[in-house]
């Protein structure tokens, strides 16, 4: 049995959209027992060449909004990258959770073969849909939903493993 590009990609992204949603929504509550200032933890990053914890989270959103709708064919949703509390990162990852399940099999599926260029480095760069997906898209998407978590786990927040895989 084969598996279509919408069953390998629109599940998994909203998987781990809820999981983020979840680990926000522990997070500021462990931050306010915990008595931690918000925007100090929203800026915290683990090297300082590194991405802050929110910018983490609004790439998360940013790769699975990308994701579907490259592999859709339709423009891709621009958002402000204006967040600075739980609550507004919580409302991003909502917004892009409404977006990706917009979509429906047949904006998808066939989407294997179809010519995605991406910006890398710069440089506009021309992968078939599988490719994209499995070598590009999927990628970027865990590595910074994994680099928020691990940095939440750093900062001695209550989260583990299965909060970040979420609802399987």
């Given at each position: 049995?084969?598996?279509?590009?919408?069953?390998?990609?629109?599940?998994?992204?909203l998987?781990?959209?809820?999981?983020?949603?979840?680990?926000?929504?522990?997070?500021?509550?462990?931050?306010?027992?915990?008595?931690?200032?918000?925007?100090?933890?929203?800026?915290?990053?683990?090297?300082?060449?590194?991405?802050?914890?929110?910018?983490?989270?609004?790439?998360?959103?940013?790769?699975?909004?990308?994701?579907?709708?490259?592999?859709?064919?339709?423009?891709?949703?621009?958002?402000?990258?204006?967040?600075?509390?739980?609550?507004?990162?919580?409302?991003?990852?909502?917004?892009?959770?409404?977006f990706?399940?917009?979509?429906?099999?047949?904006?998808?599926?066939?989407?294997?073969?179809?010519?995605?260029?991406?910006?890398?480095?710069?440089?506009?760069?021309?992968?078939?849909?599988?490719?994209?997906?499995?070598?590009?898209?999927?990628?970027?998407?865990?590595?910074?939903?994994?680099?928020a978590?691990?940095?939440?786990?750093?900062?001695?927040?209550?989260?583990?493993?299965?909060?970040?895989?979420?609802?399987?």
């Amino acid at each position: 049995m084969s598996i279509t590009m919408f069953q390998a990609t629109v599940p998994a992204l909203l998987q781990t959209l809820n999981a983020c949603a979840a680990i926000l929504d522990k997070a500021a509550a462990e931050a306010v027992t915990r008595k931690l200032d918000e925007a100090v933890l929203l800026n915290y990053r683990l090297r300082p060449d590194m991405f802050t914890l929110c910018r983490q989270f609004q790439l998360v959103t940013d790769f699975a909004k990308g994701t579907v709708a490259r592999l859709a064919s339709v423009e891709v949703p621009k958002y402000d990258d204006t967040e600075r509390t739980f609550a507004e990162l919580k409302a991003r990852i909502a917004k892009t959770i409404a977006f990706v399940q917009s979509f429906k099999p047949e904006n998808i599926n066939g989407a294997e073969d179809r010519d995605i260029t991406v910006p890398v480095g710069g440089q506009p760069t021309t992968y078939k849909g599988h490719d994209y997906l499995v070598k590009v898209a999927f990628p970027n998407f865990y590595f910074h939903a994994a680099t928020a978590y691990a940095i939440l786990r750093h900062c001695g927040f209550a989260i583990g493993k299965r909060d970040f895989l979420g609802t399987i």
